[in-house]
């Protein structure tokens, strides 16, 4: 690996990466190759006769001809030498095999739009920021499943294809399915309270989830990463706040403490850990705030809009210094049928939504567990009990107080490195009108 040969002394090695720029120059030929660890100067002197004439050897006219893109493998001697920019290091060729030429015409550039760059992902994640991303994102994610392992959690793989919607018929995708038709899950919700009943206790899901939303907005996707959390016997939606903030706060410093330098480097940022407690505002509170800023939420409901999350986030960031707040108790008018609603006031929920650099990553809550409640708060929505006996019956042969949440990995990747669309740190994106590649 690139990364390794500085640690190497001087002597032979071999190398494999792709092109990424050429210098052909009459004495001599320089070559950065690229590998996912990094990159390295190539150098080959020309061989020239007696007159100063060029002569046409190799590796020289293999060297010529090469692409942007092509992968090679190389072989010759390393050297370090603190006057080369790129690492104080350089090989100076013997050998170059060209293991697979690319099309000298590259379809993207630089400066090419993002739906173009998607067009050509593959080439797009050559670039050095897109690879970290990805790093990073591996980090984030084993940070979180080390904590969740070392706290006694049970990971789960839930189906992504059911019987009947989990939240909202709304946005569903439905798929034909054998002689009936199934529907694409919107998130692990049911599966994750079925784990209550069952007496795990604590789970965790880090998978696909599946929203027919039509947006067009830089932050959705109709296809995503969903990370879930659940846990038996709390008080109240505090526990479970409590638990994501632990959660983030090992996401945010293994980041920072493994790829801090190169974040700051390649996307001017810097990855801050977070302090706990995150602050917590009521959704009420929050939108008197945001009004006192001079910005009143026009929505006909109860919720937050964008503008007003980016208001109260402004807020939070100027009065206490931070990146993170959970804006809590949202009212049941706009919170699922399985949310709880405080005592003595069942117009508001035990639920919140966590607010990062001004955008909603996460929603959790505590759940309702008492089965005569829950029925009653579905029909209240709409909903059927018999369209969802088969999540009924969880709670028919006892069930603890339980809550959690899901949070979308994506989201809080755009937040992390300042990224102004999800589509810049999702592998593949999928949206309403993109399937490919």
């Not at 009459?26 to 020309?46: C, I, M, T, Y």
């Not at 293991?99 to 590259?106: F, L």
């Not at 919607?165 to 054998?178: D, K, P, Q, T, W």
């Amino acid at each position: 690996m690139i990364k390794n040969l500085s640690a190497l002394d001087d002597g032979t090695v071999s190398v494999s990466g792709w092109v990424d720029t050429v210098r052909d120059q009459k004495k001599v030929q320089f070559v950065v190759l690229r590998d996912e660890s990094g990159a390295v100067q190539l150098v080959n002197p020309r061989t020239t006769d007696a007159d100063g004439v060029v002569i046409a050897d190799e590796p020289a006219t293999s060297i010529s001809g090469l692409a942007q893109g092509t992968f090679v493998t190389v072989t010759g001697q390393l050297k370090h030498d603190e006057r080369v920019k790129l690492g104080g290091i350089e090989i100076k060729l013997a050998t170059l095999t060209v293991v697979s030429a690319a099309i000298p015409e590259t379809p993207i550039a630089a400066d090419s739009s993002l739906d173009k760059r998607m067009d050509w992902r593959f080439l797009d994640l050559r670039n050095p920021k897109q690879n970290l991303i990805f790093r990073i994102q591996t980090t984030f994610e084993h940070a979180l499943r080390t904590y969740w392992i070392e706290h006694d959690f049970i990971e789960l793989h839930t189906p992504k294809l059911m019987a009947s919607a989990s939240e909202s018929r709304a946005e569903l995708f439905e798929v034909g399915y054998f002689d009936t038709k199934a529907y694409l899950a919107q998130s692990p919700q049911f599966f994750k309270q079925m784990a209550q009943s069952a007496g795990f206790g604590k789970i965790f899901e880090v998978g696909p989830a599946f929203r027919a939303d039509p947006s067009f907005t830089s932050r959705h996707a109709t296809e995503f990463t969903s990370v879930d959390s659940e846990i038996s016997w709390i008080n109240s939606h505090d526990d479970v706040m409590t638990l994501h903030e632990d959660l983030m706060v090992a996401g945010f410093t293994a980041v920072q403490a493994k790829h801090g330098d190169e974040v700051k480097a390649l996307f001017d940022v810097e990855v801050t850990v977070p302090s706990t407690p995150f602050p917590r505002i009521p959704l009420a509170e929050a939108k008197e705030i945001v009004k006192s800023r001079g910005y009143e939420v026009p929505r006909d409901d109860d919720d937050m809009d964008p503008e007003g999350e980016r208001q109260i986030a402004a807020y939070v960031a100027e009065k206490y210094g931070h990146e993170f707040v959970f804006l809590t108790d949202y009212a049941s008018s706009i919170r699922p049928f399985y949310h709880m609603r405080h005592e003595g006031d069942a117009s508001i929920t035990k639920s919140y939504d966590l607010i990062f650099n001004g955008t909603e990553i996460s929603t959790g809550a505590q759940r309702e567990h008492r089965i005569e409640v829950l029925e009653a708060q579905a029909i209240e929505k709409g909903l059927d009990p018999k369209e969802i006996e088969g999540y009924l019956d969880f709670f028919r042969y006892g069930v603890p107080s339980h809550g959690g949440f899901g949070m979308g990995l994506a989201r809080v990747l755009m937040l992390m490195l300042h990224q102004a669309s999800i589509r810049e740190v999702t592998y593949l994106f999928r949206g309403p009108t993109r399937l490919e590649p």
